[in-house]
């Protein structure tokens, strides 16, 4: 029997999870494409699907700290609080670091020919100084022997709680925008104010190419180890609707819809509720969706092995993936095929999953739950409190464990997995956060964490040591 997944707060989880981004390496030297430290990427005696006890070498291990551009705009902008934050990283046992450079407004933190460079943050607070503060950070970590990766929000290009952005503030870009189809019919995304990420339209020429000319500009001008792309995906099951991916989606099935959007699903009344009926091209539409996704993910890889053949290609998703079709996201190997086990995949679905285009993928294992146990033990009363990234249900894969249990499963060894945490989910309680570390690295090549802000606040540096060893 095909498995249903339906998850009336699938929204929330994402915006706690997508504010991560990350995929990253373990030694200053470069990884070759698919290996890790000269290990291959598959499953081997040492990998943790390859042993019964889930053990990987310690020396194999990657421990990644993410820098996120505006919650760390201030500390990034003077270049002393770079060096002072660097040597706590260090300090606290992180190998890999992750600078976030194009954050989801579509701005970017150095100075571009395509993308307007971030001066002043949305808090008033402006940077003072022509100092090439990127290149500074790089040089200042790897003189801490840690490795450097940059990472972009790709399909973004707005701050919706702000007003600012590409789309906000260049009127030829408002089109780029992504278009939902909501129970009240069809909306741009900047009318949805309770999003905060001003998606994109993925399939959109224009968008993919003006993000890889940053990407290309990112490699040209800077010497990074790794590049993370992050938010490489649709906003949700409501889009995009727009007449760009009609024309696309009618080119891929090659006939022209007689009902749109109501062919692909329409929303009916139940109870009092606004519900998804899907139409004739429903899974038609998901398949289509992810082989958008697949196609740029080629593209940025070529790419960027074009520039430079020896630098780590990366990708951040979140680790849910019995769900994760619903922002048109296939981050499996092609040989995995879900058709038969979920009813939202059919026959073309697998051919579209990116697995074997990464050399280091990233997940956000975003869950307060550590162990699959611990889920299983939650009562009605417990979920209902909606904690960051769990839904209603207590599906195994709603915890860190298994959560990381479903995503090695569906990549099959084809890439070294990293698990990350989002350590706001931990606030108050860091020996939970600590067991949930563990569990990262005990059920994947090493440990993410999202993001360093939080250990500043919560003065965590002393947890984060004991998370590491």
Known sequence: MKKQFQNPIFSSLLMAAFLLSATVSCSPDRESPGTTNGETAGVTENSPAGTADGAVQDAHRRKILWFDASANFERLSYPDSIMYYLDLTRDAGITDVVLDLKPISGHVMYESRYAPQWITHHSGITRETDMDLVRFFIDEARARGLTTHFSINVFVGGHNFHDIGLVYEFPEKSDWQAINYTPDGMKPITELRQKYSAMLIPSHPEVRQFKLNILREIIQTYDFDGVILDRV???????????????????????EL????EDIYEWVDVDGEPERRPGPYYRDWLAWRTSVIYSFMEEARALA?????????GNYTGAWYPVYYEVGVNYASQEYDPYGEYDWANEDYHKYGFAGLLDLFTTGNYFFEVTEEEVAALNEEEIERHEAGMGITRDFWYSVEGSARITRDVVMGEVPIYCGLYVEQYDGDPD???????????????????DIVHIINYDWWDVLAESTR
């Open 233 to 255: 995906r649709f906003d949700s099951i409501q889009s995009d609707f727009s007449p760009v991916s009609r024309r696309a989606f009618e080119e891929y099935l090659g006939t």
């Open 258 to 261: 007689e009902r749109f959007p």
């Open 305 to 313: 092995r074009e520039l430079d053949p020896d630098i780590i290609f």
């Open 432 to 450: 939970q956060f600590v067991r949930a570390s563990h569990m990262c690295r005990e059920m994947s090549y090493g440990l993410m964490i999202f």
